[in-house]
């Protein structure tokens, strides 16, 4: 006689569990579905002067170039202003050495400098002299443009240039914030960004590519905002974001946090996007709500496995500066030395964070990872065979890159 009323104990008691709150007061349907693992393979560039070096901001790809943004400085005087910062930017082929010095008369590289182009210089007269982090997607490199105009803030915009060997600038518009300091898209064609310090949540823009496209014509349509949540569902806010990128799926989503004046609390934040009301991935359509929850973060260790190491003090003055995700293991003719799917920037300045123009004096590194995600029981990444993940944090058990990683 009991057993039957034990069956139905039970069963209530897992629908409760199912439907509870959690006791970081998310519904247990909600928590991210997605575990990830990473391992640093190495840094190449490493610490060299590439011809992109100076202020690098950004990184970015198509389906076989890289594209790389710079705020150059200047103390030529532009303008009428003594000291300024010149945004440029670069496509480089996936074939060249990264470490091999290059200018924009290399062969097969091609550059958009602000300053020697009408539609460029027409914006450093408005006061846009600041390009973040970039995004290629769907035939067009989006660039986040911030600007200052007698001490005030300036609206940022994003614009659209040509994801080929013209960087022709198409069209921009404004964002409805003083602050965009980087760029990522997602599959669905929604452009990210957030503010600088203090970030809570992430905006997000619909974009019309039939519009810009056809008309040349760049409309935002603004979606409703993201929250940060930590892994236990509490708000997760991250400050001095430099960069942004999305996994090949579109699952993750990828933040590379700068210094902060507290100590080198920063490096890579890796969340997980779903949609609010049904669990699953985020959609960007209109009208849909949807939250980044927390999955794995990077350490500023160099015996961790996902290791982004820095140091912002002096005399390094290091800078998270840009991240992209590119899973270069089969990518037809690549250089040897492009390998993995995330790769992240790091600029060693040679000077102050206060000082804000220097001439070239900085060095750049690229780190690269792989990566390892399984989400909803399933693998939406594919590692390759030959790579294997650091269980313990120990350079014998990291994989060899086929270069330097010091």
Not at 128 to 155: K, N, R, S
Not at 175 to 202: I, M, N, R
Request: charge should be negative.
């Amino acid at each position: 006689m009991k057993l039957p009323l034990i069956r139905s104990a039970l069963a209530l008691l897992g629908w409760l569990l199912l439907v509870l709150p959690t006791p970081s007061g998310a519904p247990a349907a909600e928590r991210p579905r997605c575990s990830v693992r990473h391992a640093y393979l190495g840094d190449h560039p490493h610490e060299v002067e590439t011809g992109w070096h100076d202020r690098t901001q950004g990184i970015s790809h198509d389906a076989d170039h890289w594209y790389v943004s710079q705020n150059l400085s200047s103390r030529g005087g532009f303008l009428g202003r003594r000291e300024v910062l010149i945004p440029r930017l670069l496509r480089i082929p996936v074939s060249r050495d990264l470490s091999v010095p290059i200018h924009c008369r290399t062969p097969g590289i091609s550059c958009y400098h602000f300053s020697t182009q009408a539609w460029g210089r027409e914006r450093l007269r408005e006061g846009y002299f600041h390009l973040g982090d970039i995004v290629a997607h769907a035939g067009f490199l989006f660039a986040p443009l911030q600007g200052w105009l007698d001490g005030e803030p300036l609206e940022a915009r994003i614009a659209a240039f040509r994801a080929d060997a013209s960087l022709a600038p198409v069209a921009w518009a404004a964002t409805g914030h003083p602050k965009a300091g980087w760029l990522a898209a997602s599959p669905a064609h929604a452009l990210y960004t957030s503010d600088w310090t203090a970030v809570s949540e992430l905006r997000r823009y619909r974009v019309d590519l039939e519009a810009l496209g056809r008309e040349s014509r760049l409309e935002l349509m603004a979606l409703h905002p993201v929250p940060l949540l930590g892994s236990d569902g509490r708000p997760h806010p991250v400050e001095r974001v430099q960069g942004g990128t999305f996994s090949g799926d579109g699952r993750l989503l990828y933040l590379l946090l700068g210094f902060t004046r507290d100590g080198n609390r920063g490096g890579i934040r890796v969340f997980e996007l779903m949609d609010e009301a049904t669990g699953g991935p985020c959609t960007d359509e209109p009208g849909a709500r949807c939250a980044a929850w927390l999955v794995d973060r990077s350490r500023n260790a160099a015996d961790a496995p996902f290791a982004y190491v820095y140091d912002s003090s002096a005399p390094y003055f290091n800078e998270p500066e840009g991240i992209t995700w590119w899973d270069l293991d089969d990518v037809p003719g690549r250089h040897p030395s492009a390998i993995g799917q995330l790769h992240a920037v790091l600029l060693d300045r040679d000077e102050s964070h206060e000082a804000v123009i220097a001439v070239d004096d900085d060095d750049v590194s690229i780190k690269h990872y792989r990566a390892q995600i399984h989400c909803d029981e399933e693998m939406s990444w594919i590692l390759r065979k030959d790579s294997t993940f650091a269980t313990s944090a120990t350079d014998e058990e990291r994989p060899a890159p086929p270069f330097s990683s010091r």
